[in-house]
């Protein structure tokens, strides 16, 4: 399915070059510059149709985008960029570390973090950018572990962290540099993800059974203090804060959080779960988070059917296998959590034509139970995990 962007303002001037009368379209809609929300739409000939215009006048003319003065360059603080890898597809690898070197960013660095076991065997592709590409080794396998090498390494004093199978765009690390000066109660920011491309039915696919990585549009700055007392899912509720492909915090919180929890994540038993889990380090500690969806990056979906149900239980392992650890780590939370299993089943249960913008959701059934399943395994997922981290630590 074709990804087209427009702008809400210029919606006459929208053209689409060689599309069928009455071709399904993803439509990402733009406002003042910032992504405002997502239709899914057909077309006529040389455009969208009418029905779409009208609902995307209906739906976001009144959304709020708040205006902002630009940061001088001299204000930003340093930042340095984490991209680990294992280095599966290294042309992607490369394209990822390209977009990363085009960032309109004053001053910062990137850090490439090869995961592979094999990585004294095996040489990088190489990367552009001179000496402002660092290449780091990390034998302990996951994610995670990964990116606390990098941290480790790091010399920015903001960390933003990104995967290997995204381009980021060209104002991704402005947009969380000034979300940092603008906001400095912040400790960690979680940005918009988008599809970098629909061309195979699982790769919408994962955008109609999850929604996407991203669950608003709007800027959001969330602590226990101003959420908790109206919002009663907070801040338990998957998919709050951002992914891990698109966050960034400061140096300093990280360094205080003790960095990523290497029994979570890709690569481990666990299979993920880090990136939330961090997040709610933070909050639950007192701290200040915030989702800044100026921050975009575009994702490289699974392709295949088979790699979209596995994704699907993995997602099921992590965040279960992260609920585990904070359980442990506080058994208080398991009282908290039991009172939110009904809001908790009423999200993951929202019907098909809920989850997504997709006019005709179509993905299979059966990847409800996979997610179950995952859920279900989460748990003993981490047990393992943690047995393992403890045997090497």
């Not at 200040?288 to 997602?315: D, G, I, M």
């Not at 780590?329 to 929202?350: E, T, V």
Request: net charge neutral.
């Amino acid at each position: 399915m074709p990804i087209i962007r427009v702008e809400l303002d210029a919606l006459a001037d929208v053209a689409i070059v060689g599309a069928a009368v009455g071709q399904r379209v993803w439509v990402e809609v733009e406002r003042h510059g910032q992504i405002v929300g997502i239709v899914e739409g057909t077309t006529e000939a040389g455009g969208l149709s009418a029905p779409v215009l009208e609902k995307l006048t209906r739906s976001f003319s009144s959304f709020p985008v708040p205006s902002r003065v630009p940061i001088p360059d001299d204000q930003l603080p340093r930042a340095s960029v984490v991209v680990p890898t294992i280095c599966q597809d290294p042309a992607r690898l490369v394209s990822t570390i390209e977009t990363v070197l085009a960032l309109d960013y004053p001053d910062f660095d990137v850090l490439v973090v090869d995961n592979r076991r094999n990585a004294h065997g095996v040489p990088m592709p190489q990367f552009p950018g001179g000496t402002k590409v660092k290449v780091l080794t990390e034998l302990r396998p996951g994610v995670s572990a990964a990116r606390n090498c990098g941290i480790a390494q790091a010399t920015g004093d903001i960390i933003a962290f990104t995967d290997d199978d995204v381009v980021v765009d060209v104002n991704w690390l402005r947009e969380l540099g000034t979300r940092f000066v603008i906001s400095p109660e912040v400790d960690g920011i979680g940005g918009l993800v988008l599809p970098m491309e629909l061309r195979t039915r699982s790769q919408l696919w994962f955008e109609e059974f999850f929604g996407g990585f991203n669950q608003t549009f709007s800027t959001e700055i969330m602590s226990m203090e101003l959420l908790a007392p109206t919002d009663p899912m907070f801040p338990y509720a998957p998919g709050r804060f951002g992914a891990g492909c698109n966050m960034a915090f400061r140096k300093a919180a990280l360094a205080k959080d003790g960095g990523f929890d290497v029994t979570l994540g890709t690569g481990s038993p666990a299979r993920g779960g880090e990136d939330l889990a961090i997040f709610m380090k933070q909050v639950l500690s007192g701290g200040t988070v915030a989702f800044e969806p100026r921050a975009v990056v575009n994702h490289q979906h699974r392709e295949s059917e088979k790699a979209f149900l596995n994704q699907v239980f993995s997602y099921g392992v992590g965040l279960s296998a992260m609920f585990t650890e904070l359980i442990i780590r506080d058994p208080r939370h398991l009282i908290k959590l039991i009172r939110r299993i009904p809001g908790g089943y009423r999200l993951l249960s929202k019907p098909r034509d809920e989850r997504s913008p997709s006019l005709a959701p179509s993905y299979p059934l059966r990847a409800y139970p996979y997610h179950l399943l995952g859920l279900l395994y989460g748990p003993f997922a981490y047990l393992q995990s943690a047995l393992r981290s403890g045997s090497k630590g």
